[in-house]
């Protein structure tokens, strides 16, 4: 059974290109301290948030045919879900476009959405450079894992993007400029800037994000690795 806490009805920047809602599912395997949706992942908050039914949210959806165009999956971390493939297909009966956000930590299953076309794009995160990998996802993540589902994408049978969310006091420029070798070359991939809100770990939420300049700077630097490269600030 999927588990949704909640649902954003209209999007115009989280699926590109497509006018789309956002459904977000409950859990997650990480635990990135500056994560903006705890009450998605700790189970202590998981318990006191909301939840939507899958009826309501297919009512939802037969109401919005023909005035949304895709659908975000987004969480929390889908793909943890082993029904994730039967939700997705119902998405698709209704004649949605689908992305799917990921943190990469389940490459067996984005295999089976891609070969199955049950998927259109790939948000995939790539939270830190190697070495730091496991610090920024609270120890949880698997390289290989990472490395899998990277490959995977680059293989190019769904369009896909990597991003990173970049803040002060987990990346340096040369931590952005490490991620750009290690996945480059690639086909997109966006920076985008740390907004100073709720954060799993509250010491977070004090921090300043870097000046919209530098971030340009880093991507400037970076270009090369990708066929498209920008900062979202
Ligand atoms: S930011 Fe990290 S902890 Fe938060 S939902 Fe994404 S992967 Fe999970």
Redesign the pocket.
């Known amino acids: 059974m999927i588990e949704i806490g909640g649902i954003q009805k209209t999007t115009l920047i989280d699926y590109p290109g497509q006018v789309a809602a956002t459904v977000f599912l409950i859990g997650?395997?990480?635990?990135?301290p500056?994560?903006?949706?705890?009450e998605?992942?700790l189970p202590e908050k998981i318990k006191s948030q909301p939840r939507l039914s899958e009826e309501d949210f297919f009512k939802f959806l037969k109401e919005r045919q023909g005035l949304l165009e895709g659908i975000v999956i987004c969480?929390?971390?889908p793909t943890i879900n082993k029904d994730l493939p039967e939700f997705i297909k119902k998405i698709k009966d209704l004649e949605y476009l689908v992305k799917l956000d990921t943190?990469g930590?389940n490459p067996q299953m984005l295999r089976k959405l891609i070969d199955e076309k049950l998927i259109d794009y790939v948000a995939m995160?790539i939270?830190a450079p190697k070495e730091k990998y496991g610090m920024v996802?609270?120890g949880k993540a698997s390289l290989k894992d990472i490395e899998e589902s990277v490959k995977i994408l680059k293989e190019g049978k769904v369009d896909y993007e990597f991003r990173t969310?970049v803040l002060p006091t987990v990346h340096t420029k040369e931590d952005i400029i490490n991620i750009a070798k290690w996945i480059g070359p690639a086909k997109s991939y966006f920076l985008q800037n740390f907004r100073a809100e709720k954060t799993?770990d509250q010491k977070f939420e004090k921090i300043k994000p870097y000046p919209e300049e530098l971030l340009k700077e880093i991507q400037k630097e970076i270009s090369p690795y990708f066929e498209v490269c920008k900062a979202r600030v």
């Open positions: 997650c395997n990480f635990r990135c500056f994560c903006y949706s705890a998605l992942v969480g929390g971390e943190n930590s995160d939270k996802t609270g969310t799993l």
